[in-house]
Protein backbone atom coordinates (compact mmCIF):
# COMPACT_ATOMS: atom_id res chain seq x y z
CA UNK A 1 0.00 0.00 0.00
CA UNK A 2 1.35 3.09 -0.69
CA UNK A 3 0.31 6.87 1.54
CA UNK A 4 -2.16 8.73 1.24
CA UNK A 5 -1.41 11.74 -0.92
CA UNK A 6 -4.08 13.73 0.17
CA UNK A 7 -4.70 15.39 3.49
CA UNK A 8 -8.10 14.49 4.66
CA UNK A 9 -10.46 15.09 7.57
CA UNK A 10 -11.56 11.35 8.56
CA UNK A 11 -14.98 12.09 10.09
CA UNK A 12 -15.85 8.93 11.84
CA UNK A 13 -19.96 9.05 12.84
CA UNK A 14 -20.65 6.14 15.39
CA UNK A 15 -17.18 6.77 16.75
CA UNK A 16 -18.23 5.04 20.40
CA UNK A 17 -20.09 2.17 19.10
CA UNK A 18 -18.86 -1.67 18.63
CA UNK A 19 -17.55 -1.24 15.13
CA UNK A 20 -14.85 1.75 15.52
CA UNK A 21 -13.50 0.61 18.33
CA UNK A 22 -12.86 -2.59 17.29
CA UNK A 23 -11.92 -2.09 14.02
CA UNK A 24 -11.83 1.17 12.81
CA UNK A 25 -9.74 3.07 15.00
CA UNK A 26 -7.19 0.28 15.57
CA UNK A 27 -7.28 0.09 11.60
CA UNK A 28 -6.21 3.92 11.75
CA UNK A 29 -3.40 3.34 14.51
CA UNK A 30 -1.82 0.95 12.27
CA UNK A 31 -2.36 2.94 9.03
CA UNK A 32 -0.41 5.94 11.07
CA UNK A 33 1.90 3.22 12.48
CA UNK A 34 2.88 3.00 8.91
CA UNK A 35 3.39 6.33 7.96
CA UNK A 36 0.09 5.68 5.65
CA UNK A 37 -1.85 8.56 6.99
CA UNK A 38 -0.78 12.32 5.88
CA UNK A 39 1.10 13.98 8.37
CA UNK A 40 -1.80 17.29 8.98
CA UNK A 41 -4.51 14.28 8.58
CA UNK A 42 -7.44 14.25 11.04
CA UNK A 43 -9.33 11.66 12.70
CA UNK A 44 -13.01 13.65 13.97
CA UNK A 45 -15.18 11.25 16.30
CA UNK A 46 -18.57 12.56 16.12
CA UNK A 47 -21.69 10.67 18.65
CA UNK A 48 -24.19 11.90 20.77
CA UNK A 49 -22.22 11.37 24.09
CA UNK A 50 -21.07 14.80 25.92
CA UNK A 51 -17.38 14.48 26.07
CA UNK A 52 -14.20 16.18 26.01
CA UNK A 53 -11.42 15.88 23.30
CA UNK A 54 -9.27 14.41 26.37
CA UNK A 55 -11.77 11.80 27.28
CA UNK A 56 -12.25 11.08 23.79
CA UNK A 57 -8.50 10.37 23.26
CA UNK A 58 -8.99 8.36 26.79
CA UNK A 59 -11.69 6.27 25.47
CA UNK A 60 -9.58 5.78 21.89
CA UNK A 61 -6.44 4.89 23.85
CA UNK A 62 -8.56 2.15 26.09
CA UNK A 63 -10.27 0.46 22.34
CA UNK A 64 -6.51 0.12 21.04
CA UNK A 65 -5.35 -1.25 24.32
CA UNK A 66 -8.56 -4.00 24.57
CA UNK A 67 -8.74 -5.21 20.78
CA UNK A 68 -4.75 -4.94 19.54
CA UNK A 69 -3.84 -7.68 21.80
CA UNK A 70 -1.07 -8.93 19.22
CA UNK A 71 0.46 -5.42 18.98
CA UNK A 72 0.87 -3.29 21.71
CA UNK A 73 0.05 0.37 21.55
CA UNK A 74 3.91 1.50 20.98
CA UNK A 75 4.14 5.11 22.73
CA UNK A 76 5.98 7.31 19.92
CA UNK A 77 3.40 6.22 17.40
CA UNK A 78 0.26 6.72 19.90
CA UNK A 79 1.65 11.10 20.30
CA UNK A 80 1.55 11.12 16.45
CA UNK A 81 -1.67 9.22 16.64
CA UNK A 82 -3.52 11.26 19.26
CA UNK A 83 -2.58 14.39 17.25
CA UNK A 84 -4.49 13.73 15.10
CA UNK A 85 -7.63 12.99 17.16
CA UNK A 86 -11.15 15.20 17.59
CA UNK A 87 -14.35 14.88 19.07
CA UNK A 88 -17.74 16.69 17.72
CA UNK A 89 -20.76 16.03 20.01
CA UNK A 90 -23.48 15.92 17.14
CA UNK A 91 -27.38 14.50 18.35
CA UNK A 92 -27.64 12.98 14.23
CA UNK A 93 -31.66 13.30 14.24
CA UNK A 94 -30.97 17.71 15.42
CA UNK A 95 -30.11 19.23 11.85
CA UNK A 96 -29.01 22.33 13.55
CA UNK A 97 -25.95 20.12 15.77
CA UNK A 98 -24.25 19.90 12.22
CA UNK A 99 -23.21 23.39 12.54
CA UNK A 100 -20.56 22.02 14.86
CA UNK A 101 -19.14 19.79 12.92
CA UNK A 102 -18.95 22.83 10.46
CA UNK A 103 -16.40 24.46 12.94
CA UNK A 104 -14.91 21.60 13.31
CA UNK A 105 -14.37 20.50 9.84
CA UNK A 106 -15.15 23.30 7.48
CA UNK A 107 -14.78 22.34 3.56
CA UNK A 108 -11.42 23.53 3.28
CA UNK A 109 -8.97 23.80 0.15
CA UNK A 110 -6.33 21.08 0.08
CA UNK A 111 -8.87 19.24 2.40
CA UNK A 112 -10.52 16.12 1.61
CA UNK A 113 -13.47 15.52 4.05
CA UNK A 114 -14.56 11.56 4.50
CA UNK A 115 -17.27 10.90 6.59
CA UNK A 116 -17.89 7.10 7.63
CA UNK A 117 -21.18 5.83 8.68
CA UNK A 118 -20.06 3.06 11.42
CA UNK A 119 -24.37 3.43 12.44
CA UNK A 120 -27.04 1.86 11.50
CA UNK A 121 -28.31 2.09 7.97
CA UNK A 122 -31.32 4.37 9.47
CA UNK A 123 -29.59 7.03 9.97
CA UNK A 124 -28.25 7.43 6.77
CA UNK A 125 -30.57 9.79 5.38
CA UNK A 126 -30.38 12.09 8.45
CA UNK A 127 -26.12 12.30 8.24
CA UNK A 128 -26.67 12.91 4.29
CA UNK A 129 -29.20 15.64 5.25
CA UNK A 130 -26.72 17.32 7.88
CA UNK A 131 -23.59 17.29 5.73
CA UNK A 132 -25.59 18.96 3.27
CA UNK A 133 -26.70 21.50 5.82
CA UNK A 134 -23.22 22.41 6.08
CA UNK A 135 -21.93 22.01 2.72
CA UNK A 136 -19.54 18.77 3.77
CA UNK A 137 -21.57 16.85 0.48
CA UNK A 138 -19.49 19.08 -1.96
CA UNK A 139 -16.61 17.95 -4.18
CA UNK A 140 -14.25 16.76 -3.44
CA UNK A 141 -16.48 15.37 0.14
CA UNK A 142 -16.65 11.35 0.51
CA UNK A 143 -18.89 8.99 2.42
CA UNK A 144 -18.36 5.89 3.03
CA UNK A 145 -21.25 3.44 3.74
CA UNK A 146 -21.13 0.46 5.95
CA UNK A 147 -23.28 -2.20 5.55
CA UNK A 148 -26.28 -3.43 5.56
CA UNK A 149 -27.60 -1.05 3.05
CA UNK A 150 -31.36 -1.74 3.88
CA UNK A 151 -33.28 -4.92 4.26
CA UNK A 152 -34.57 -6.07 0.93
CA UNK A 153 -34.24 -4.34 -2.69
CA UNK A 154 -37.09 -1.73 -1.89
CA UNK A 155 -35.24 -0.46 1.27
CA UNK A 156 -32.04 -0.80 -0.03
CA UNK A 157 -33.61 1.93 -3.03
CA UNK A 158 -34.78 4.20 -0.80
CA UNK A 159 -31.60 4.77 1.36
CA UNK A 160 -29.20 4.64 -1.78
CA UNK A 161 -31.80 7.27 -3.29
CA UNK A 162 -31.48 9.58 -0.58
CA UNK A 163 -27.90 9.81 -0.09
CA UNK A 164 -27.90 9.86 -4.20
CA UNK A 165 -29.61 13.22 -3.65
CA UNK A 166 -26.71 14.97 -1.94
CA UNK A 167 -23.83 13.32 -3.12
CA UNK A 168 -22.73 12.17 -6.93
CA UNK A 169 -22.13 8.31 -7.63
CA UNK A 170 -18.77 8.72 -7.83
CA UNK A 171 -18.26 10.00 -3.87
CA UNK A 172 -19.92 7.07 -2.27
CA UNK A 173 -18.04 3.94 -1.07
CA UNK A 174 -19.95 1.16 -0.17
CA UNK A 175 -18.05 -1.00 1.90
CA UNK A 176 -17.82 -4.80 2.07
CA UNK A 177 -14.73 -5.55 4.71
CA UNK A 178 -14.31 -8.68 2.51
CA UNK A 179 -13.13 -6.89 -0.59
CA UNK A 180 -10.11 -5.74 1.64
CA UNK A 181 -8.81 -8.99 2.68
CA UNK A 182 -5.63 -10.17 1.43
CA UNK A 183 -6.78 -13.49 -0.22
CA UNK A 184 -9.63 -11.70 -1.89
CA UNK A 185 -7.64 -9.60 -3.60
CA UNK A 186 -5.39 -12.27 -4.35
CA UNK A 187 -8.16 -13.80 -6.79
CA UNK A 188 -7.64 -11.43 -9.19
CA UNK A 189 -3.94 -11.82 -9.21
CA UNK A 190 -4.29 -15.70 -9.19
CA UNK A 191 -6.43 -15.81 -11.77
CA UNK A 192 -5.61 -13.25 -14.22
CA UNK A 193 -1.70 -13.43 -13.62
CA UNK A 194 -0.81 -17.18 -14.14
CA UNK A 195 -1.74 -18.55 -16.94
CA UNK A 196 -2.08 -21.93 -15.73
CA UNK A 197 -5.59 -20.68 -13.82
CA UNK A 198 -6.75 -18.62 -16.36
CA UNK A 199 -6.30 -20.76 -19.55
CA UNK A 200 -8.30 -23.36 -17.11
CA UNK A 201 -11.18 -21.18 -15.72
CA UNK A 202 -14.50 -22.11 -17.33
CA UNK A 203 -16.98 -25.56 -17.61
CA UNK A 204 -14.74 -26.61 -19.73
CA UNK A 205 -12.01 -27.99 -16.70
CA UNK A 206 -13.88 -27.21 -13.51
CA UNK A 207 -16.49 -29.48 -11.69
CA UNK A 208 -18.12 -27.09 -9.52
CA UNK A 209 -17.33 -23.96 -6.73
CA UNK A 210 -17.75 -24.30 -3.08
CA UNK A 211 -17.62 -21.27 -0.80
CA UNK A 212 -18.22 -21.58 2.64
CA UNK A 213 -18.15 -18.78 5.44
CA UNK A 214 -18.50 -20.65 8.79
CA UNK A 215 -18.58 -18.89 12.01
CA UNK A 216 -18.49 -20.75 15.87
CA UNK A 217 -20.15 -17.48 17.58
CA UNK A 218 -23.68 -16.84 17.94
CA UNK A 219 -25.32 -14.18 18.03
CA UNK A 220 -23.81 -12.24 20.78
CA UNK A 221 -25.78 -10.46 22.33
CA UNK A 222 -27.50 -8.86 19.39
CA UNK A 223 -30.30 -11.08 19.28
CA UNK A 224 -32.69 -8.27 18.31
CA UNK A 225 -31.03 -7.16 15.45
CA UNK A 226 -30.12 -10.91 13.52
CA UNK A 227 -33.81 -11.57 14.50
CA UNK A 228 -34.74 -8.93 11.27
CA UNK A 229 -31.94 -10.21 9.13
CA UNK A 230 -31.07 -13.62 9.43
CA UNK A 231 -27.91 -15.54 7.63
CA UNK A 232 -29.08 -15.08 4.00
CA UNK A 233 -29.24 -11.35 4.55
CA UNK A 234 -26.34 -11.01 7.01
CA UNK A 235 -23.96 -13.15 5.06
CA UNK A 236 -24.84 -14.26 1.25
CA UNK A 237 -26.30 -10.80 0.21
CA UNK A 238 -23.10 -9.09 0.42
CA UNK A 239 -20.03 -11.23 1.45
CA UNK A 240 -20.73 -14.53 -0.65
CA UNK A 241 -21.90 -12.68 -3.57
CA UNK A 242 -19.15 -10.39 -3.60
CA UNK A 243 -16.53 -13.49 -3.74
CA UNK A 244 -18.95 -15.30 -5.81
CA UNK A 245 -18.47 -12.35 -8.41
CA UNK A 246 -14.63 -12.14 -8.26
CA UNK A 247 -14.44 -16.19 -8.91
CA UNK A 248 -16.75 -16.21 -12.02
CA UNK A 249 -16.35 -12.23 -13.79
CA UNK A 250 -14.86 -11.84 -17.06
CA UNK A 251 -10.82 -10.58 -16.52
CA UNK A 252 -11.52 -7.28 -16.83
CA UNK A 253 -10.03 -5.39 -19.87
CA UNK A 254 -7.99 -3.02 -17.27
CA UNK A 255 -7.46 -2.65 -13.17
CA UNK A 256 -9.38 0.16 -12.72
CA UNK A 257 -12.80 0.69 -11.02
CA UNK A 258 -15.53 0.91 -13.64
CA UNK A 259 -14.11 -2.27 -15.05
CA UNK A 260 -14.02 -4.55 -12.69
CA UNK A 261 -17.56 -2.79 -11.28
CA UNK A 262 -18.90 -3.60 -14.58
CA UNK A 263 -17.21 -7.33 -14.65
CA UNK A 264 -19.23 -8.45 -11.43
CA UNK A 265 -22.76 -6.81 -12.34
CA UNK A 266 -22.59 -9.03 -15.17
CA UNK A 267 -22.03 -11.82 -12.78
CA UNK A 268 -24.66 -10.84 -10.68
CA UNK A 269 -27.03 -10.15 -13.53
CA UNK A 270 -26.28 -13.98 -14.53
CA UNK A 271 -27.80 -15.91 -11.57
CA UNK A 272 -30.59 -17.94 -12.12
CA UNK A 273 -33.30 -17.21 -10.14
CA UNK A 274 -34.50 -19.44 -7.23
CA UNK A 275 -38.40 -19.17 -6.87
CA UNK A 276 -40.93 -21.55 -5.30
CA UNK A 277 -40.09 -24.17 -8.17
CA UNK A 278 -37.31 -24.84 -7.54
CA UNK A 279 -36.28 -23.78 -3.81
CA UNK A 280 -37.05 -27.16 -1.93
CA UNK A 281 -34.45 -28.51 -4.24
CA UNK A 282 -31.91 -25.71 -4.07
CA UNK A 283 -31.79 -24.47 -0.59
CA UNK A 284 -31.71 -25.33 2.96
CA UNK A 285 -32.16 -23.25 5.67
CA UNK A 286 -31.30 -23.96 9.37
CA UNK A 287 -31.57 -22.97 13.02
CA UNK A 288 -28.88 -24.32 15.72
CA UNK A 289 -29.95 -25.95 18.52
CA UNK A 290 -28.37 -26.39 21.86
CA UNK A 291 -24.55 -28.20 21.85
CA UNK A 292 -21.12 -27.83 22.01
CA UNK A 293 -18.56 -25.46 20.33
CA UNK A 294 -15.24 -27.19 20.99
CA UNK A 295 -14.91 -27.85 24.42
CA UNK A 296 -18.11 -25.26 25.55
CA UNK A 297 -21.51 -26.14 25.32
CA UNK A 298 -23.54 -23.39 23.67
CA UNK A 299 -27.34 -22.65 24.10
CA UNK A 300 -29.34 -22.93 21.20
CA UNK A 301 -30.77 -19.74 19.08
CA UNK A 302 -34.23 -19.64 21.08
CA UNK A 303 -32.36 -20.22 24.32
CA UNK A 304 -30.03 -17.04 23.47
CA UNK A 305 -30.67 -13.68 25.54
CA UNK A 306 -34.14 -11.22 24.47
CA UNK A 307 -34.53 -14.67 22.42
CA UNK A 308 -37.72 -14.97 20.81
CA UNK A 309 -39.76 -18.51 21.19
CA UNK A 310 -41.47 -18.43 17.44
CA UNK A 311 -38.87 -17.15 15.29
CA UNK A 312 -38.06 -18.81 11.97
CA UNK A 313 -35.14 -16.98 11.23
CA UNK A 314 -32.34 -19.12 9.60
CA UNK A 315 -28.74 -18.74 11.15
CA UNK A 316 -27.28 -21.15 8.50
CA UNK A 317 -28.12 -21.57 4.67
CA UNK A 318 -26.92 -23.30 1.89
CA UNK A 319 -27.64 -22.65 -1.66
CA UNK A 320 -27.12 -24.35 -5.41
CA UNK A 321 -26.97 -21.38 -7.97
CA UNK A 322 -26.00 -21.53 -11.47
CA UNK A 323 -24.38 -18.62 -13.33
CA UNK A 324 -26.55 -18.57 -17.09
CA UNK A 325 -23.58 -17.87 -19.07
CA UNK A 326 -21.02 -18.99 -21.63
CA UNK A 327 -17.89 -19.58 -19.02
CA UNK A 328 -20.00 -21.53 -16.47
CA UNK A 329 -22.93 -23.35 -18.35
CA UNK A 330 -23.60 -26.69 -16.25
CA UNK A 331 -21.06 -25.65 -13.14
CA UNK A 332 -22.94 -25.50 -9.77
CA UNK A 333 -21.91 -23.23 -7.52
CA UNK A 334 -22.81 -24.25 -3.83
CA UNK A 335 -22.99 -21.34 -1.32
CA UNK A 336 -22.68 -22.40 2.67
CA UNK A 337 -23.09 -20.01 5.56
CA UNK A 338 -23.59 -20.39 9.26
CA UNK A 339 -23.02 -19.16 12.79
CA UNK A 340 -22.18 -22.20 15.64
CA UNK A 341 -20.16 -24.02 13.45
CA UNK A 342 -17.18 -26.35 14.43
CA UNK A 343 -14.58 -23.62 13.45
CA UNK A 344 -14.27 -20.23 12.18
CA UNK A 345 -13.42 -20.92 8.25
CA UNK A 346 -14.45 -18.86 5.37
CA UNK A 347 -12.86 -20.29 1.98
CA UNK A 348 -13.17 -21.08 -1.52
CA UNK A 349 -12.49 -24.77 -2.91
CA UNK A 350 -12.62 -25.36 -6.38
CA UNK A 351 -13.26 -28.48 -7.72
CA UNK A 352 -11.59 -29.29 -11.51
CA UNK A 353 -12.76 -32.44 -13.16
CA UNK A 354 -11.57 -35.92 -13.29
CA UNK A 355 -9.43 -36.90 -15.87
CA UNK A 356 -11.22 -38.92 -18.44
CA UNK A 357 -8.81 -41.92 -18.62
CA UNK A 358 -7.21 -43.46 -15.68
CA UNK A 359 -3.62 -45.40 -16.21
CA UNK A 360 -2.74 -46.10 -12.67
CA UNK A 361 -6.04 -48.42 -12.31
CA UNK A 362 -4.18 -50.92 -11.18
CA UNK A 363 -3.29 -48.83 -7.48
CA UNK A 364 -5.79 -46.21 -7.42
CA UNK A 365 -9.12 -47.60 -8.35
CA UNK A 366 -10.27 -43.91 -9.33
CA UNK A 367 -8.03 -40.88 -9.42
CA UNK A 368 -9.28 -37.48 -7.11
CA UNK A 369 -10.34 -34.54 -8.87
CA UNK A 370 -7.96 -31.60 -8.21
CA UNK A 371 -9.10 -29.05 -6.13
CA UNK A 372 -7.62 -25.45 -5.49
CA UNK A 373 -8.61 -23.83 -2.04
CA UNK A 374 -8.61 -20.68 -1.33
CA UNK A 375 -9.00 -19.52 2.26
CA UNK A 376 -9.76 -16.24 3.70
CA UNK A 377 -9.99 -16.62 7.00
CA UNK A 378 -8.10 -17.13 9.39
CA UNK A 379 -5.35 -18.45 7.98
CA UNK A 380 -5.14 -16.99 4.88
CA UNK A 381 -3.60 -19.02 1.85
CA UNK A 382 -3.90 -21.08 -1.55
CA UNK A 383 -4.02 -24.56 -1.77
CA UNK A 384 -3.31 -27.11 -4.63
CA UNK A 385 -4.76 -30.68 -4.15
CA UNK A 386 -2.94 -32.79 -6.57
CA UNK A 387 -1.49 -36.40 -6.96
CA UNK A 388 1.81 -37.72 -6.37
CA UNK A 389 4.42 -40.58 -6.63
CA UNK A 390 5.10 -42.24 -3.58
CA UNK A 391 9.14 -42.55 -3.25
CA UNK A 392 9.96 -46.56 -3.21
CA UNK A 393 10.85 -49.42 -4.95
CA UNK A 394 8.38 -51.66 -7.04
CA UNK A 395 6.65 -52.60 -10.33
CA UNK A 396 3.32 -50.66 -9.71
CA UNK A 397 3.70 -47.11 -8.95
CA UNK A 398 2.17 -45.76 -5.89
CA UNK A 399 0.34 -42.43 -5.82
CA UNK A 400 -0.97 -40.43 -2.88
CA UNK A 401 -2.83 -37.24 -2.63
CA UNK A 402 -0.69 -34.58 -1.98
CA UNK A 403 -0.77 -30.43 -1.07
CA UNK A 404 1.51 -27.57 -2.27
CA UNK A 405 -0.13 -25.05 0.26
CA UNK A 406 1.16 -21.37 -0.01
CA UNK A 407 0.31 -19.76 3.27
CA UNK A 408 0.73 -15.94 2.99
CA UNK A 409 2.13 -16.11 6.52
CA UNK A 410 4.73 -18.29 5.74
CA UNK A 411 5.81 -17.33 2.19
CA UNK A 412 5.69 -13.49 3.10
CA UNK A 413 6.69 -13.84 7.27
CA UNK A 414 8.74 -10.57 6.82
CA UNK A 415 5.34 -8.95 5.78
CA UNK A 416 2.51 -7.66 7.71
CA UNK A 417 -0.75 -8.57 6.68
CA UNK A 418 -2.73 -5.56 6.96
CA UNK A 419 -6.36 -5.84 8.03
CA UNK A 420 -9.16 -4.98 5.83
CA UNK A 421 -10.24 -1.87 7.08
CA UNK A 422 -6.71 -0.17 6.70
CA UNK A 423 -6.46 -0.93 3.20
CA UNK A 424 -10.34 -0.04 2.67
CA UNK A 425 -9.69 3.19 4.75
CA UNK A 426 -6.73 3.96 3.00
CA UNK A 427 -8.41 3.68 -0.77
CA UNK A 428 -11.64 5.49 0.33
CA UNK A 429 -8.46 8.42 1.51
CA UNK A 430 -7.06 7.81 -2.28
CA UNK A 431 -10.05 7.99 -4.11
CA UNK A 432 -9.61 4.82 -5.55
CA UNK A 433 -13.45 2.95 -5.69
CA UNK A 434 -12.63 -0.11 -7.32
CA UNK A 435 -12.55 -2.19 -3.84
CA UNK A 436 -15.83 -0.83 -3.42
CA UNK A 437 -19.35 -1.81 -4.32
CA UNK A 438 -21.61 -0.29 -6.48
CA UNK A 439 -25.03 0.60 -6.14
CA UNK A 440 -25.85 -1.41 -9.04
CA UNK A 441 -24.26 -4.41 -7.67
CA UNK A 442 -26.22 -4.17 -3.98
CA UNK A 443 -29.52 -3.93 -6.09
CA UNK A 444 -29.06 -7.23 -8.16
CA UNK A 445 -27.89 -8.63 -4.82
CA UNK A 446 -31.12 -7.41 -3.32
CA UNK A 447 -33.08 -8.49 -5.96
CA UNK A 448 -31.59 -12.42 -6.12
CA UNK A 449 -31.95 -12.51 -2.06
CA UNK A 450 -35.35 -11.26 -2.46
CA UNK A 451 -36.75 -14.08 -4.85
CA UNK A 452 -34.89 -16.43 -2.43
CA UNK A 453 -37.09 -14.71 0.55
CA UNK A 454 -40.09 -14.61 -1.16
CA UNK A 455 -39.70 -18.61 -2.31
CA UNK A 456 -39.39 -18.90 1.39
CA UNK A 457 -42.79 -17.50 2.34
CA UNK A 458 -44.34 -20.00 0.02
CA UNK A 459 -43.66 -22.90 1.41
CA UNK A 460 -44.67 -23.63 4.81
CA UNK A 461 -41.80 -25.79 6.25
CA UNK A 462 -39.51 -23.71 8.83
CA UNK A 463 -35.66 -23.97 9.29
CA UNK A 464 -34.48 -27.20 9.92
CA UNK A 465 -32.54 -27.55 13.25
CA UNK A 466 -28.60 -28.61 13.45
CA UNK A 467 -27.13 -28.98 16.72
CA UNK A 468 -24.53 -26.06 17.66
CA UNK A 469 -20.82 -27.59 16.72
CA UNK A 470 -22.08 -29.30 13.45
CA UNK A 471 -21.97 -28.97 9.68
CA UNK A 472 -25.72 -27.18 9.66
CA UNK A 473 -28.63 -29.79 8.97
CA UNK A 474 -28.44 -33.05 7.40
CA UNK A 475 -30.25 -31.45 4.04
CA UNK A 476 -27.31 -29.87 3.72
CA UNK A 477 -25.03 -32.84 2.76
CA UNK A 478 -28.11 -34.36 0.09
CA UNK A 479 -28.06 -30.37 -1.78
CA UNK A 480 -25.03 -31.88 -3.08
CA UNK A 481 -25.46 -35.83 -2.20
CA UNK A 482 -28.12 -35.74 -5.31
CA UNK A 483 -25.26 -34.29 -7.55
CA UNK A 484 -23.16 -36.67 -6.53
CA UNK A 485 -20.84 -34.78 -4.53
CA UNK A 486 -20.17 -33.72 -0.78
CA UNK A 487 -18.75 -30.84 1.56
CA UNK A 488 -15.18 -30.06 1.76
CA UNK A 489 -14.97 -30.52 5.59
CA UNK A 490 -11.65 -32.20 5.85
CA UNK A 491 -9.61 -28.59 7.14
Known amino acids: MTSSAACCDLILFGALGDLARRKLLPAMYQLEKSGLLHADARIIGVARDSLTDAAFKQQVLESLQQFMTKDPVDEEIWQRFVGKLQYCEIDLSDLSAYDALAKVAPLTKGRTPISYFATPPALFPLICDGLARVGLNQQPSRVVLEKPLGHDFKSSQKINNHVAQHFDESQIYRIDHYLGKETVLNLLALRFANSIFADHWSHNTIDHIQITAAEQVGVEGRWGYYDDAGQLRDMVQNHLLQVLSLIAMEPPSRLDTECIREEKLKVLRSLRPITDRNVDEDTVRGQYTKG ?118 ETFEDKRIADAYERLLLEAMQGNQYLFVSRDEVEYAWRWIDGIRAAWEQVAEGPRSYQAGSWGPSASVTLLAQDGREWDDDA
Open 292 to 409: FVGDKTAPGYLEEEGARQDSNTETFVALKTHIDNWRWSGVPFYLRTGKRMPQKRTEVVITFKRQPHNIFHETVAQLPPNRLIIRLQPDEGVEIQMMNKVPGLGKKMQLKPTTLDLSFY
